[in-house]
């Protein structure tokens, strides 16, 4: 089964995206400094950094199929909080953070966006993606309702726009790992929601 592309937007709306075959990503040695380099490569052309995402899905594809140590690199779930982040790049004034988020099986995320762009890849099990959207109310400027949700499998591949919101839970019975890149997080525009009190909060 062909692994799949997505886009999800700040309406709540997700689409399949164009993808490519495996075999047409292989390069042997992809390197992941090659990686970040191209990645920055692509960004430092565009205003709009949203347009890149086709481009960087397709990095991001390709370093995980040349990549046995992007793949190996992930922490097994704290037992306390049922997540772990295992922080592979990040650097003061470079634009990207990179790492790995493991959830334990049945573990659920708070509903949230992220303020930036951001490409997440399944390396390991399972996972459902909720997804909201603000509802336009003068009362209630942090109202959401939920639009429709998503599952994915290893191999699959979702992107966002900086105002997109989701939840995640982990599916199954192993853990779920991904590989999570961002653009420059804008911590001030990052929230988690609440439903219930139609609030929302620095996440």
Not at 20 to 38: A, G, I, N
Not at 42 to 67: D, G, K, Q
Not at 126 to 138: A, G, L
């Amino acid at each position: 089964m062909k692994n799949k592309d997505w886009l999800v937007t700040e309406d709540g709306q997700y689409q399949a995206c164009k993808s490519v075959r495996e075999w047409d990503l292989l390069r042997h040695p992809y390197r992941f400094y090659r990686f970040l380099t191209e990645v920055e490569d692509v960004l430092s052309h565009v205003t709009n950094e949203i347009r890149c995402l086709p481009e960087i899905r397709l990095l991001v594809r390709r370093l995980l199929a040349n990549s046995y140590w992007v793949q190996t690199r992930y922490l097994e779930p704290c037992p306390k909080t049922g997540t772990s982040v295992l922080m592979l790049y990040e650097e003061f004034s470079f634009p990207l953070t990179v790492q790995t988020v493991t959830f334990a099986p049945g573990v659920v995320s708070p509903i949230h966006n992220h303020g930036t762009w951001g490409v997440v890849a399944l390396l390991r099990g399972q996972e459902k993606n909720t997804f909201w959207k603000r509802i336009n109310d003068p009362d209630l400027k942090d109202k959401i309702e939920e639009i429709g949700e998503l599952s994915l499998v290893s191999g699959d591949i979702i992107s966002f726009t900086p105002d997109a919101i989701h939840s995640v839970e982990a599916l199954g019975d192993e853990p779920t790992v991904t590989f999570n890149i961002y653009g420059e997080t804008h911590h001030q525009k990052r929230f988690e929601f609440d439903p219930l009190t139609h609030s929302a909060k620095n996440f």
